[in-house]
């Protein structure tokens, strides 16, 4: 019927730097057959979509689609039809169905080095874009959270210490190469930094800290070198990193001002803790003990994530889950992560998905500028691969990696492959990835998440695995205790 027509965008495309939203389109009124055309597939080609998991009658298809105005009609069991209930014209096609994209306006961070934000390694700030709500008990919402916030309100941080066990500190006058080659042999994402001339602990160093490095270090075109990193130690990259941040802020003499540690002690509560890692956007918090004047003497005890207290959160309601409702919900119906924006949706900060053949520069570039900690990988049909997080970049260490490599010249599929070297039962198909579906319960999903090493469920389409959304457990925790 339509074998030409307007040329407005392009589909699916994979080009790093193009402006490209993912659109959810759906058909919600049945048939057996329906695929999707449009003036972003020049009328031609229509692309088939899939029916809703436990709705076989309405059906869907996420297109990447260019800013602008589109126009696409459905093809239902061999008839062109458009739905009544979106917005429509009459035009040289008849009637089709129009939606209007706005260009992203996401959160962005300069593209230079940040401030002292990450005296913790930080956690993904997204911003809540769920596909649609169920109708929910306002009731039953309020009395889960009250129930969670007593509970964590009422027990320390002692019980998340393990019986024994150790915790890896870095001097601040280390080089830099050595830290990276520890945190990579020990598989840390993060480690504490203590300050001997201060008798104390100071900060942190994390991934984020060596994604920065490295895209300093790689500008101009240079590859990076041994000798870069051997004569820079923690302490001069962090005074570094923060006469590099435009925003700084000064005090009466003029150097710029660094953020504290964040830490608590052995004592806080668990509340206290989860809103200290939420409040700072950090990912761990050092639970130090201190004795003798003024707290002089520090222990370093344990690194407390919002994993481990999620943990403890199912473990005391494994067997009484019915006294919080709202975990009975799945997550499609809740105020809970990152969607991938359906049709109609008024568009806010862009999901980020890269393709495998992507530039190992253009990834950290993301990951610094929408400020996330992780990235889908995706193939053409939008389909999870493999994710890309910021502790991967441990994995340039190998072989020393990263003297031997341009940002811009490794895609991300070779950088995955050298984790994959380093551990072979975890290789570029997806295994790495932890997944759940929209129809997942809230208390399936926190399970997941409170497993070791998970920071975020990637949200996909039954079957086809299509990317919906990203749920983190920062996400979790903003929505248990109502912040």
């Known amino acids: 019927m339509y074998n030409s027509g307007l040329n407005t965008g392009q589909e699916n495309s994979g080009v790093v730097g ?190 984020l800290d060596f994604i920065l490095i490295l895209r300093e270090l790689g500008t101009n075109g240079s590859n990076l070198t041994e000798e870069e990193l051997e004569t820079h130690t923690i302490s001069a990259w962090k005074v570094g990193k923060l006469q590099l941040n435009l925003k700084r802020q000064m ?32 990912a761990t918090v050092p639970i130090i003990h201190s004795t003798g004047p003024a707290g002089s003497c520090q222990e370093i005890l344990y690194l407390a994530s919002l994993s481990d207290i999620l943990k403890c959160i199912c473990r005391h ?35 980020a998905m890269l393709r495998p053949s992507a530039s190992l520069g253009s990834a950290l570039a993301l990951l610094v500028q929408a400020d996330v900690s992780s ?15 910021r502790s991967d970049i441990t994995a340039l260490a190998k072989d020393k990696a990263y003297a031997q490599i341009h940002l811009d010249e490794m895609n991300i599929h070779q950088a995955l492959q050298l984790g994959q070297d380093a551990n072979p039962s975890l290789g570029f198909n997806g295994q790495r990835c932890q997944m759940c579906l929209r129809s997942d319960p809230l208390h399936k999903v926190m399970e997941r998440l409170a497993n070791p090493g998970v920071r975020r469920l990637v949200i996909v389409e039954a079957g086809s695995k299509r990317v919906e959304g990203i749920i983190s457990l920062s996400d979790v925790f903003r929505f248990l205790l109502g912040v």
């Open 18 to 207: 193009s402006i490209l939203v993912p659109v959810r389109f759906i058909w919600p009124n049945g048939g057996r057959r329906v695929s999707l055309s449009g003036s972003f597939t020049r009328w031609s080609e229509p692309m088939p979509m899939s029916p809703s998991e436990g709705c076989p009658a309405v059906f869907q298809i996420i297109c990447r689609l260019p800013p602008g105005h589109h126009q696409y009609k459905f093809y239902v069991d061999g008839e062109w039809r458009h739905d009544e209930n979106q917005p429509h014209v009459s035009g040289n096609y008849g009637v089709v169905n129009c939606v209007y994209i706005a260009v992203p306006q996401p959160d962005m961070v300069p593209n230079t080095i940040g401030p002292e934000t990450s005296g913790n390694m930080e956690v993904d700030d997204v911003v809540m874009r769920p596909e649609g709500f169920a109708q929910y008990s306002e009731a039953d919402l309020q009395l889960s959270r009250d129930r969670i916030s007593s509970f964590l309100s009422t027990h320390t941080v002692y019980e998340l210490l393990p019986d024994s066990g150790k915790v890896t500190a870095l001097d601040v006058n280390l080089a830099v190469k050595q830290a990276f080659h520890v945190l990579y042999e020990q598989g840390l994402p993060m480690v504490p930094l203590w300050d001997d001339f201060k008798g104390r602990f100071v900060g942190v160093l994390s991934a």
């Open 251 to 282: 005090d009466g003499n003029g150097r710029p001002y660094p953020r504290p540690l964040v830490q608590a002690g052995p004592y806080d509560s668990l509340k206290e803790v989860a809103l200290k890692i939420l409040q700072n956007k950090v």
């Open 317 to 351: 309601f494994k067997h009484s889950s019915s006294s919080l409702p709202i975990l009975q919900q799945p997550v499609s119906s809740i105020q809970l992560g990152t969607w991938v924006p359906r049709i109609g949706e008024a568009n806010g900060r862009s999901f």
């Open 375 to 389: 990235i889908p990988i995706v193939d053409d049909n939008d389909s999870l691969l493999d994710i890309y997080s």
